[in-house]
């Protein structure tokens, strides 16, 4: 009781209330708008955040990063068009509600889901803080270091279909981190005796470049859409009621999110994914699913709003981002010399009680804003793309130039940017990078301080929780290389299956040189080539 | 028609062989400089040595690049890829907008250099219309304000400033 009274104090000051309104509005609107997102948002704040109280900078990101996902549920129904990339899941369910007539219903139950799951995960988490509490103090340097190893393991394995380059470019982020002065010998890595190079480069740089500016260029490549709103009709509170019917559904989709978020490098999609597929098998009406199904909104919408409050566990309780927004967070930590890990739970469990009750706040303020607000905010989906991107470089400018007045960060984010756009383009993942970046820092350090004091590598391993870690990390990767095999033999398969006669076109060539080679075939080639040079010049 | 291996490759074609082939040139290239760049400190342990993570990103960009670049199902570039190549290129047109912004600011001040940088850009994407022209006019001096006048965000004045009068020179530094 004492720690609930002591955190609410913390939460009881004007400038977190007024962090938390501008969070949850700001981070609705955010999402509102398709094709800016909260990473954007968040990216091009955070050099903001530093001058703040850390409780109050923390609060206005996890308000964006928590209230994004309602905004980007309206253009998703309305539209077609998800607002934020996780709620792509709510097109397939909330559009068509809209073109048969409901968009109200859709958009209510949506909103709804949202904030169940919202409420479940930060219910979850706060009674699980204890036990985490009794839990991470059990992690020293080499648990953190397979840890955040088990991290980039499973944000590579998690890319399907393309972890050989989400894994190169995670490598390149652990490469990005470890340019400039290393601090333990004071020697010079892959500086280039350029000056601009020694301190570094700056993970809030790339983070803008790749975030905010690369979508920034594709907003200004892209061509403005002309939207058609649909106009609302009926109560926006039926939603609820609604949802009360499905408690199964909703339960599990909700669990999955928590489970799914506590989980480095997984999120949100995972946790959707099989939200939605445990919704469709074990619904009385499956075939609805994709045509309007509530229950396939509830999953998808419940699942990915209880992944942002489980995000915050690997981060407060090892210093692990488990995702690219967890991992910006991190950097308004190290500006406060607030060091996250086992000490944070130990030395200030009202902080991290603080943080989940702003949660918990945040999302009645989102819902009530939302209940009162969607009439006129489903207007902003009317900006045109490029004019986004123009506000949007725009903005990008305070991020970067703020941090240091630097022109060669300027240069490196501009450069980013370019190599955000092109994975874009290409559809190849950008977080590896920046988890890369993050995770790799974290296990230099962690690798240093554990080899210190073990005689061997294999001594890496002899406390209990790092060998469970180190047999996750063999599991993953082992369950991960089977995968891989059953679809290289299913594709073989498939190859042998679809094969049409391979030697036909060989056999062909060879009836045509036999013949060439003959001396009524030679007389033929002879006549062909005086009358029809090209013809001959092939062969 | 694409081959089933071509079909199951998780995104666009156009671009791809470009791509990994210049990741893995670049990433051996830069493999190759681990001598020179990074230094090997003797009575040090293995994993303590400043070559180590340079040598495991590098290493890890090459294998995995290069795994990734064989495994691809294309050998040769078609026109696609040149067009796609040619698209790169054309937002660093944007990227020099940006740039010329950034040098703009410390000359002229953040508020001008804002006011003249959103409707240029805005007018350069075609944009023609009054609205939208206003509405880039006000979303400049909203930045401004909310950055530097009431998040204290860290953007020097402009030099231009120290030609104005007294009071107004230090209202413009500070605020605008």
Redesign the interface.
């Known amino acids: 009781m004492d720690l609930l009274l002591s955190s609410i104090d913390i939460l009881s000051r004007w400038d977190v209330v007024l962090a938390l309104l501008v969070g949850s509005v700001g981070g609705v609107l955010i999402g509102a708008i398709p094709g800016v997102g909260p990473a954007v948002a968040i990216a091009i704040l955070l050099?903001?955040t530093f001058?703040m109280d850390p409780i109050v900078g923390l609060t206005v990101l996890l308000g964006i990063y928590g209230s994004s996902m309602y905004g980007g549920a309206i253009p998703a129904i309305l539209i077609n068009t998800p607002g934020t990339a996780v709620n792509a899941l709510t097109t397939y369910d909330g559009f068509p509600m809209t073109t048969r007539g409901e968009p109200r219903r859709a958009l209510s139950l949506a909103y709804s889901s949202s904030f169940f799951g919202g409420v479940f995960s930060v219910i979850c988490l706060i009674l699980f803080a204890p036990i985490l509490a009794r839990v991470a103090p059990m992690f020293g340097s080499r648990e953190i270091f397979l840890a955040a190893l088990l991290g980039i393991v499973l944000v590579v394995v998690a890319h399907?279909?393309?972890s050989?380059?989400a894994?190169?470019l995670?490598?390149?982020?652990?490469?990005?981190?470890?340019?400039g002065m290393?601090p333990?010998?004071y020697?010079?890595?892959?500086?280039?005796d350029q000056p601009f190079l020694q301190g570094g480069i700056n993970l809030i740089v790339v983070v803008l470049g790749l975030f905010a500016?690369s979508q920034?260029?594709v907003l200004?490549?892209s061509v403005d859409e002309k939207v058609r709103l649909t106009r609302l009709r009926g109560g926006l509170f039926q939603g609820m009621r609604e949802l009360l019917r499905h408690p199964r559904v909703a339960t599990v989709s909700a669990s999955f999110g928590v489970l799914m978020g506590m989980i480095p490098g997984v999120g949100e999609f995972t946790a959707q994914f099989m939200s939605y597929t445990y919704a469709q098998r074990s619904s009385k009406r499956p075939q609805d699913f994709g045509r309007g199904s509530s229950e396939g909104l509830i999953a998808a919408e419940t699942s990915n709003n209880a992944v942002p409050a489980a995000a915050m566990v690997p981060l407060l309780a090892l210093g692990i981002p488990g995702e690219a927004l967890t991992a910006m967070m991190l950097s308004v930590f190290y500006v406060h010399n607030v060091v996250p890990g086992p000490g944070l739970f130990q030395n200030d469990m009202d902080f991290v009680v603080a943080l989940y009750l702003a949660l918990l706040i945040l999302n009645v303020l989102v819902l009530v804003f939302l209940l009162f607000a969607t009439g006129t905010l489903i207007k902003v989906v009317k900006i045109?793309n490029?004019?986004l991107?123009?506000?949007v470089?725009?903005?990008?400018?305070?991020g970067?130039?703020?941090?240091r007045?630097s022109?060669s960060d300027?240069?490196m984010a501009?450069?980013f940017?370019?190599l955000g756009?092109?994975l874009k383009?290409?559809?190849?993942p950008v977080v590896p990078i920046i988890l890369?970046m993050v995770l790799?820092g974290i296990?230099?350090v962690k690798?240093?301080a554990g080899?210190?004091r073990v005689k061997g590598p294999l001594d890496l391993i002899d406390r209990p929780v790092a060998f469970i870690l180190f047999c996750i990390i063999i599991v993953v990767i082992a369950a991960h290389l089977r995968r891989v095999w059953l679809e290289r033999r299913d594709?073989k398969e498939?190859?042998w299956q679809?094969k049409r006669r391979s030697t036909s076109f060989a056999t062909r060539l060879s009836r045509r040189r036999n013949s060439l080679l003959k001396e009524r075939g030679k007389m033929v080639r002879a006549r062909r080539s005086n009358r029809f040079p090209q013809s001959t010049d092939l062969y | 028609m694409p081959?089933?291996?071509e079909r199951?490759?998780?995104?666009?074609r156009r671009?791809?062989l470009i791509?990994?082939l210049a990741?893995v040139v670049i990433?051996a290239l830069?493999l190759a400089?681990i001598g020179s760049?990074?230094?090997w400190?003797a009575k040090?342990?293995f994993?303590?040595q400043?070559?180590f993570?340079?040598a495991?990103?590098?290493?890890?960009?090459v294998l995995?690049?290069g795994?990734?670049l064989y495994?691809l199902p294309w050998r040769r570039n078609s026109r696609y890829d040149w067009w796609?190549a040619r698209?790169?290129f054309?937002?660093?047109e944007?990227?020099l907008?940006?740039?010329a912004?950034?040098?703009l600011?410390?000359v002229v001040g953040y508020l001008p250099a804002?006011l003249a940088?959103?409707p240029a850009?805005?007018w350069r994407?075609?944009?023609r219309s009054r609205l939208?022209l206003v509405?880039?006019i006000v979303?400049?001096v909203v930045?401004v304000v909310m950055?530097k006048g009431f998040?204290?965000?860290?953007?020097?004045g402009g030099a231009v400033y120290e030609y104005l009068p007294g009071g107004l020179r230090r209202f413009f530094i500070l605020y605008l």
């Open positions: 050099p903001a001058s399907r279909g393309q050989l380059i894994g190169a995670a490598a390149f982020g652990i490469f990005l981190q470890s340019i290393e333990v010998k020697t010079q890595r892959y500086t280039f500016l920034a260029f200004l490549t045109p490029r004019f991107g123009v506000c470089l725009t903005l990008s400018f305070v970067v130039y703020s941090l007045n022109i300027c240069v501009a450069a940017g370019v756009y092109i383009r290409l559809s190849m890369g790799g296990m230099e690798l240093r080899m210190a594709l498939t190859e679809n | 081959t089933e291996r199951r490759f998780v995104g666009p671009g791809q791509f990994a990741f990433s830069l400089q760049q990074t230094d400190i040090t342990a994993f303590a400043p070559r993570w340079p495991v990103g590098l290493g890890g960009m995995l690049g795994l990734h495994r796609e698209k790169w054309v937002v660093l944007f990227a907008w940006f740039m912004y950034v040098l600011v410390p804002t940088f959103v850009l805005s994407m075609g944009y939208i509405s880039s979303f400049a930045v950055f998040l204290s965000v860290k953007i020097p």
